[in-house]
């Protein structure tokens, strides 16, 4: 009898963790086909410019599923140790840590780091701690006229809260108030999405904020002063995480290692292949169609997993899917994302002459297009070639049909460099080189004809074969672990027999969705 072949379009997170557990605990070959032509990780992957490497998005290794932290720990152990206060270092970092293999003492690259967060908000000119903090500071830099407003109107959402909670500004105004979302939330939210927060659904804050809310913050700030609990862990909402395990080179450096293990166990991955055509009958998918140089070659496909945008797999069918599903398809949004990259003559300061030490920091000031700010030196010095240089990564939210993502990369990196100064960052420094990368697709939009979704879903999910992971796979706004969680129960049920697929769409829809009691 023939081995059977689990073709799995895309060597993202889902995809390269699909294909490790079918060959962990299957007899089943794994043939991933990977569209970029040398890079895994897809939106994971690290970039490598003259040894300046670019983490697209900022990637923090964080996860309240046990599971997914050893699954880490396994391909790359904890480096532990070198912080500048060892005893804080200990307390903070335990729960992260907790039965976690590590890493010898002598080893500093195959390894990941335990490494500090620092996350900031610029606006009017002034730092605020991200998530805000109700702490002195914050309050004497909003002035007292804005805390009342802050305090009164979230009285008022925590009286009267807006029901149904249909949109992602009444998600924002029931658990922050009306102010404080207008301050914090409004204006960088719709910079991301391009949209106004009325028009999007408020499952994107369920997916990506959690519980947070002005009670956790006020919470999590007690426990700071008074050095209660851990402040990293399954107790803390994930926005509040203050350390995390990071990759010596990257979040592409973890799915570099795994791509390797998949080759030494058996598997395939083929660079470069991008795939055309769905061939199915019977509810079951057959064979997939893919082109690599020029030349077509079918997989015969036992089992399929697909980490593609929902959207351009429907075009994919070989017949052709019904008419109101190729129509939902056909109307899903999707936002696109762009890096510039500048390299710095050295380490930026902030007005005081001290050293900005954040890994990264959302833009809220008016006048400018960039949203965030990531520092890469301060994610991990190895990400830097000379680590005497300053190396900045300016996030920009657009779709590609904009002119400003099909700008010239000249035009673009002269842009960010003035932005990055008309804010502030640029004091007493001068730009020494930069890249532009773009990444289409990064964020699936809940805008569009996105309330219609689970009609696509549910029939997709009819192809007893067939396994949607991944954020685009998906279309839900996951983190990497998610991703991998959605793969693994997929591999699950195909080890149990389960065809009931309720479990997959499961992952990242519960505040606490993995954490058991």
């Not at 830099?141 to 804005?146: I, M, S, V, Y």
């Not at 301060?378 to 680590?387: E, F, G, H, Q, Y």
Request: glycine share 8%; net charge neutral.
């Amino acid at each position: 009898m023939s081995q059977k072949v689990a073709v799995i379009i895309g060597a993202g997170p889902a995809g390269l963790t699909a294909a490790y557990e079918l060959l962990l605990r299957t007899d089943i070959k794994p043939i991933v086909l990977e569209k970029d032509q040398e890079y895994v990780g897809g939106i994971s992957r690290t970039v490598n410019y003259k040894g300046n490497r670019i983490d697209i998005g900022g990637h923090r290794f964080f996860s309240k599923s046990d599971r997914i932290m050893r699954w880490w720990a396994d391909m790359l152990p904890v480096k532990m140790g070198g912080a500048s206060n060892e005893i804080t270092y200990q307390r903070t970092t335990r729960a992260l840590t907790e039965g976690l293999k590590r890493a010898s003492a002598a080893d500093d690259e195959n390894v990941m780091h335990v490494r500090p967060r620092k996350t900031r908000i610029l606006y009017g000119k002034k730092f605020f701690a991200y998530p805000i903090e109700l702490s002195l500071d914050t309050l004497w830099k909003l002035g007292p006229w804005k805390v009342w407003k802050i305090g009164i109107t979230y009285i008022w959402a925590t009286l009267f809260p807006r029901r149904p909670e249909k949109t992602l500004e009444d998600f924002f105004i029931n658990r922050f108030g009306e102010e404080l979302y207008k301050t914090f939330f409004k204006s960088y939210t719709e910079k991301v999405w391009g949209v106004p927060c009325t028009e999007l659904s408020a499952e994107w804050g369920a997916q990506r904020v959690k519980g947070l809310s002005i009670t956790k913050a006020i919470q999590h700030a007690v426990k700071k002063v008074l050095k209660v609990g851990a402040l990293s862990g399954k107790d803390v909402e994930t926005s509040l995480i203050e350390q995390f395990l990071y990759p010596a080179y990257g979040p592409g450096f973890m799915w570099e290692t795994v791509a390797k293990r998949i080759l030494e166990m058996g598997g395939e991955i083929r660079h470069g292949t991008t795939v055309i055509g769905i061939e199915h009958a019977n509810s079951r998918v057959k064979s997939v169609l893919a082109e690599r140089n020029g030349a077509q070659e079918s997989f015969k496909a036992d089992y399929v997993f697909s980490t593609t945008d929902v959207r351009a797999l429907t075009r994919m069918f070989r017949p052709a899917l019904a008419g109101r599903v190729r129509e939902v398809a056909e109307g899903l949004q999707y936002r696109d994302f762009l890096t510039a990259g500048l390299l710095l003559e050295k380490r930026p300061i902030e007005r005081n002459e001290s050293p900005i030490t954040d890994t990264w920091m959302y833009i809220h000031e008016p006048g400018v297009q960039v949203g965030r700010v990531q520092f890469f030196h301060n994610w991990d010095p190895l990400l830097v070639a000379d680590r005497s240089r300053g190396w900045v990564g300016l996030e920009y939210f657009c779709n590609d049909t904009d002119a400003f993502w099909n700008m010239n990369d000249r035009d673009i990196l002269a842009l960010a460099a003035k932005e990055f100064e008309a804010i502030g960052l640029l004091k007493d420094n001068r730009v020494l080189d930069g890249v532009v990368i773009r990444q289409e697709k990064a964020y699936p939009g809940y805008f569009g004809s996105y309330e219609s979704f689970g009609e696509v879903r549910e029939h997709l999910d009819r192809f007893e074969n067939l396994f949607l992971i991944g954020r685009n796979g998906m279309h839900r706004y996951n983190n990497q672990d998610h991703s991998m969680l959605a793969a693994m129960t997929a591999v699950d049920n195909i080890v149990e027999g389960r065809p009931d697929k309720s479990n997959i769409w499961a992952v990242n829809t519960e505040e606490e969705y993995h954490e058991r009691k």
